[in-house]
């Protein structure tokens, strides 16, 4: 395959995604929404006149060329399906290094039958989450138009990302956002030691998330969140790494957590491509799972009937209900801070692709959550407490049959353990009192899956005993 570039007007542009509308903007246009009608945008692509494989296994000629930063990365490897910046722009920091892995551990509390449960493991990322997909993309854009700073609101991951990219390329200054509320200290930790300018404002995400939209447009910094529409191409390529390890075969399930919805759109995004190129003859099912605290997609989608309908999604719907939640002062309040969002700013993508993928929306509440990610840490490479929602959400989907049990389902664990030691250590600790504390106000009772620590006198016969007792 030749790289071939899209960067004239021609072969690629900023679309809006409303096809009654369906406005073009240049790729050089820094935008993250439509001019004419204020809805998101998507990367399209003249792909009769640009180099697509015929079929995907042709990306596996990359798999030699691992000295070259664009093969070994799992984002750019991919590159004739994302081609917006010319190869010689593109930021990279050998992101999407992931693995597929089978776990009949996980499989078996979820009620799968041997083999069909796959976690698909975006932790190995530089910075510990599959927001690095997306950095790379859209830090490439930044990079194309010259951006000197470029800004997001964070729960905690996009910030730790974005800062390393700054950090590593020292092409631009990092300024994030984070709300006065809970962010890990995993991922804060990170903003800070790569040196990101922190911002810390009274509010919680979806206040901050307003407000770097206004800075930004003010001050002319570039946007990183996932309105950006280039995170979403970067964000694409997770499908086609699980493609990859399945030997190119298409799964029946993803099962993914919601917060902002960026994720759950590109998957989609990725499909709606495949299958446009003839690279799929079929298309997996999406389940998106919302935390019980923060359940805007679950409560519209499933409750009140909200579909993208064409391209012409009832908003009355949505706008009622956010009028509900401003009118109770209703916030986001989930154990699983990732997706702890009211206001899904991929809303309209995301409907998009609920359609295209046939797909459902479940919520599980943070008992269920943890009691998930306890099974993730035994048996399946561990991952953060928002993570864990998907693996809990096809438990769920299992028990009302929606699954079956000898479907393949590929979860996405989105965020590593090391995340969020807080929640892990308060669930596993034998101090009550520190379980009680960090998560008996979120609902939190049981500890089912709790691996207490021993508590032994510093006697050697003692020490002995106690490991005779416990094994
Ligand atoms: C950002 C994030 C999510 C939510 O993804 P969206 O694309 O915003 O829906 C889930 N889990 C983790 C660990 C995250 O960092
Ligand atoms: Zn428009």
Request: charged letters at 20%; one cysteine or more.
């Amino acid at each position: 395959m030749s790289t071939r570039v899209a960067t004239s007007k021609q072969l690629a542009l900023q679309r809006c995604i409303m096809p009654t509308c369906g406005a073009t903007y240049d790729l050089g246009e820094v935008r993250t929404n439509c001019g004419e009608c204020g809805s998101l945008l998507d990367i399209a692509y003249e792909w009769d006149r640009l180099p697509v494989p015929s079929h995907l296994r042709e990306f596996e000629a990359k798999w030699t060329r691992r000295n070259d930063p664009l093969c070994r990365s799992g984002v750019w490897r991919f590159y004739e399906l994302l081609p917006f910046a010319p190869p010689e722009k593109v930021v990279t920091i050998g992101e999407g290094q992931t693995p597929l892995m089978v776990s009949d551990g996980v499989g078996s509390f979820v009620g799968m039958k041997p083999g069909k449960l796959l976690l698909e493991y975006e932790g190995m990322n530089p910075s510990g989450s599959f927001k690095d997909n997306g950095m790379t993309a859209a830090f490439t854009h930044a990079h194309t138009i010259g951006a000197k700073r470029a800004a997001c609101a964070s729960t905690g991951n996009t910030s730790a990302s974005l800062a390393l990219y700054c950090s590593v390329s020292k092409l631009m200054q990092a300024v994030i956002f984070i709300g006065s509320g809970k962010i890990s200290y995993g991922k804060l930790s990170q903003a800070l030691d790569y040196g990101a300018l922190t911002i810390q404002i009274t509010g919680d995400f979806d206040d901050a998330m307003q407000r770097v939209r206004e800075v930004s447009t003010r001050m002319g910094i570039y946007l990183v969140n996932s309105v950006n529409p280039f995170r979403l191409e970067g964000q694409k390529t997770i499908m086609l790494r699980v493609l990859e390890s399945l030997d190119w075969q298409v799964p029946d399930w993803i099962v993914v957590p919601g917060g902002n919805l960026g994720n759950s759109s590109s998957f989609a995004k990725a499909f709606m491509e495949l299958k446009e190129l003839g690279l799929v003859d079929r298309v997996p099912r999406l389940a998106i799972i919302n935390a019980k605290g923060a359940d805007t997609l679950y409560e519209l989608y499933e409750n009140r009937g909200l579909r993208w309908n064409n391209g012409a999604p009832n908003t009355k719907i949505t706008d009622g209900y956010y009028a509900e939640l401003d009118a109770g002062h209703l916030r986001a309040d989930t154990i699983a801070s990732a997706i702890e969002i009211n206001r899904p700013v991929n809303l309209d993508k995301c409907l998009r692709g609920l359609e295209f993928m046939n797909g459902v929306v479940r919520e599980v509440n943070d008992q269920e959550i943890l009691d998930a990610k306890a099974q993730v840490g035994a048996s399946g490479l561990g991952c953060e407490p928002a993570s864990a929602a998907s693996v809990a959400g096809a438990k769920l989907l299992r028990e009302q049959g929606v699954i079956a049990p000898d479907e393949q389902v590929v979860c996405i664990l989105t965020g590593h353990q090391l995340k969020d030691p807080t929640a892990t250590v308060a669930y596993h600790t034998s101090d009550q009192k520190e379980f009680d504390r960090v998560l008996g106000s979120r609902g939190v009772s049981r500890a089912a899956f709790a691996n207490r620590a021993v508590q032994v006198d510093n006697d050697l016969d003692a020490i002995v005993r106690a490991i005779q007792l416990n094994s």
